[in-house]
């Protein structure tokens, strides 16, 4: 299985750059190490660049695409267009919050998620952060995080709020396809009074156009889901989808296509044999009257 470990994922554009970089070079048949020995750079620095583990300047950008023999303006306007992206992007919104992000590479979630066109989520255990209310994201980080302190937990509540904002808010928003085990609704977390708002709040998000929430039943029984919970993040311009699967202490994003494709297939088992979302809303209707007042 092929796993990245870097401790903050590459933006979409480092992707889309890294990519890109690698086959302007092979398409004129050049090694790395021929690449530096006509540029008098490091070879190491060239290959981390084509795999996306770091930035590359204006100047060696350059020099690069005319190495490759790039002269349409065009194409190298492309090039250089993504290396500004990517730039830009290392400051994002969430860096005040680094201290609270870093332990479990959230960061680096937050770097992709920012990129991605359609969020595929099926999680058996919480709701999605993206659809959770401030009360439900408070309670699960205090219960989650218990090495954060009170003010370190209210970041982390103000940063998932943001997310949703920024992610599923506003003029142009992802698409996201939300998947839930019923325990998910089942579980109390918080206090009855936090479930009803939170139960509330996935019936409203799921009458939006652009989000789905599906539920799969206790009636169900086993299911090709109870691996665990995981993400994947689509991503606009050709740029190849990846899964993340968060854990407390190593957070690690999966980018071979056999890894990817496995998890979209399990995906999409679980919505075929899911409630439809309409039957979704009524099951979410008929639990949230079952809480107590």
């Known amino acids: 299985m092929a796993i990245k470990q870097s401790l903050v ?154 997310r949703q904002r920024s992610r599923i808010g506003g003029d142009h928003p992802a698409k996201l396809w939300a998947i839930l085990d019923e325990a998910v609704l089942r579980r109390t977390v918080g206090s009855p009074a936090t479930m009803r708002e939170q139960l509330g709040k996935l019936i409203e998000a799921g009458e939006q156009p652009h989000i789905t929430v599906q539920l799969l039943p206790f009636s169900l029984g086993a299911h090709p889901g109870l691996y665990g919970p995981y993400v994947i993040l689509s991503f606009p311009d050709h740029t190849p989808d990846l899964v993340w699967l968060e854990n407390p202490k190593n957070s690690v994003y999966l980018e071979s296509p056999t890894d990817v494709e496995n998890y979209r297939e399990i995906f999409d088992q679980l919505r075929a044999c899911g409630l439809s979302p309409a039957q979704t809303r009524t099951r979410i209707t008929q639990i949230l009257e079952e809480l107590p007042q």
């Open 9 to 162: 994922p590459q933006s979409v554009y480092r992707r889309q750059l890294a990519a890109r970089m690698k086959e302007l070079r092979e398409a004129t048949g050049l090694t790395l190490a021929e690449v530096a020995e006509q540029l008098e750079v490091n070879a190491s620095s060239l290959s981390r660049i084509e795999n996306g583990e770091r930035g590359i300047s204006p100047v060696l950008a350059r020099a690069l695409l005319d190495c490759y023999g790039v002269e349409d303006t065009a194409r190298r306007d492309d090039v250089l267009d993504l290396m500004r992206a990517d730039k830009e992007q290392q400051k994002p919104w969430w860096r005040k919050y680094s201290t609270v992000l870093t332990a479990t590479r959230y960061d680096g979630y937050l770097a992709l998620e920012a990129g991605a066109a359609a969020i595929s989520s099926y999680q058996p255990m919480l709701v999605p952060g993206l659809l959770q209310t401030e009360d439900y994201a408070r309670a699960v980080i205090t219960q989650m995080r218990m090495d954060l302190g009170p003010r370190q937990v209210e970041d982390l509540v103000k940063v998932r709020m943001e």
